[in-house]
């Protein structure tokens, strides 16, 4: 099984030149230590789309232990959005292709931005370094979504809120590592001086933190989770948790010129999922009920495997309780939706949508607390 599992480059470009400098530097990359272990690598080229698409249905919809990086130069189209707007989205082709598996998207543009549901993209005319780079990313991508082996041992693993501002800079640089990896940052946000991922959320928000007890009795930060709270009375009494987080956060923010204009940037619905499931906030729908919403959760790669996701969303589970939530939210991929189930999360709506931010389609899940069997103790007036 182990030497059947092939990772494909998969070109369609339909721009001769371009397909052949595209080719060239395909065959120039290091023969080791680019793409994921365990793989055998093979390029496919395709010159048209319904081959394309046949291809990706028989070779990663029906053998999941494959996975593929798509480039193609016909991946995405402008369209004029209702408020007269101007962006790119994937075409009708591209949307056919996006699928759960392991799968990466490259769009070849003459001017490229962030796409909802491309992983990169890269210009017509890019450098061999700036292909490589971009390939690279979207092969760490798909290392970081296979499915991890299983720790053979239990590791020391301890959950517990950040307790410091030392403690929450590694917090947000894990989580930057994390999610340049998965292609979730705005371009500025990638190249932030500091290596830190934050936004205006994280300042009213309950910091988690999964630490490996080492030997010398220290500590090491291998997972992050993050529940971010609607705004609460001065009478909460997690109301100095709040404050002392919002004071960390914002330090931390100061010291890089990016971050300090992105975290002062809020947001018009409080909670990212208000704005990619805007029917919450119905008057039928919402009841005024106490929201929050779980994101964040990442684990080193080093400790996959090991259990500490499912230990970190109980634990914000436990967390959210305490605070007093009635509906826990989070957004995730197809492919995690497993993980969030055995904890009680249920999908509400149908239709997946694009995340504020990250610009990736994904599920929108809630667990109702008051019908976990536990007392939930309201927001003071």
């Known amino acids: 099984m182990h030497d059947r599992r092939q990772f494909f480059i998969v070109l369609r470009v339909k721009e001769p030149g371009l397909q052949a400098r595209l080719l060239k530097h ?8 680019f793409l994921p272990s365990g793989y055998r690598t093979e390029v496919v080229v395709h010159n048209d789309d319904h081959e394309t ?19 193609s130069d016909d ?3 402008g369209e004029v959005l209702q408020d007269e707007t101007w962006t790119y989205l994937p075409k009708s ?15 070849v543009m003459k001017s490229p931005q962030r796409v909802v549901d491309i992983d990169r993209t890269v210009a017509a005319d890019c450098t061999r370094d700036e292909f490589r780079h971009a390939l ?23 959950i517990r809120r950040i307790s410091n501002k030392a403690e929450l800079s590694a917090y947000f640089r894990l989580r ?6 998965m292609g979730y940052l705005q371009p500025e946000i990638e190249r932030a001086p500091s290596g830190l991922e934050i936004n205006w959320n994280d300042r009213n928000a309950i910091h988690l933190g999964a630490f490996l007890r080492q030997p010398n009795r220290r500590e090491h930060l291998v997972g992050t989770a993050r529940l971010a709270l609607m705004p609460l009375s001065p009478k909460h009494a997690e109301w100095a948790t709040m404050q002392t987080f919002e004071q960390w956060t914002d330090e931390l923010a100061q010291s890089d010129p990016i971050l300090s204009r ?9 909670l990212p999922i208000f704005h990619s499931v805007r029917k919450l906030l119905s008057p039928e729908i919402f009841h005024g009920a106490s929201c929050g919403e779980l994101s964040r959760i990442i684990v080193a790669n080093d400790f996959r495997g090991a259990g500490i996701s499912s230990k970190l969303t109980r634990a914000a589970i436990d967390e959210a309780r305490k605070a007093g939530i009635e509906r826990l939210f989070l957004e995730c991929l197809p492919l995690h939706m497993s993980l969030y189930s055995k904890m009680g999360f249920r999908v509400f709506e149908a239709d997946a949508r694009p995340v504020i931010y990250v610009k990736k389609t994904m599920v929108p899940m809630e667990l109702r607390l008051e019908q976990a069997g536990h007392a939930v103790s309201h927001h003071p007036a």
Request: glycine share 4%; charged share 20%.
């Open 136 to 158: 690279a990313l979207c092969a760490a991508k798909l290392g970081f979504m296979l499915p991890p082996r299983k720790q053979k041992q239990q590791l020391p693993i301890q």
């Open 262 to 270: 992105s975290i002062n940037q809020p947001l018009s619905l409080t």
């Open 26 to 33: 395909l065959n120039e990359l290091p023969g080791t230590g």
């Open 75 to 77: 991946l995405v189209e």
């Open 93 to 107: 082709f591209a949307k056919e292709l996006i699928v759960d598996g392991l799968f990466a998207t490259i769009a």
């Open 176 to 181: 930057h590592e994390a999610y340049t990896v």
């Open 53 to 71: 698409y046949r291809w990706f249905r028989h070779e990663i919809d029906h053998r999941p232990e494959n996975c593929a990086i798509l480039i």
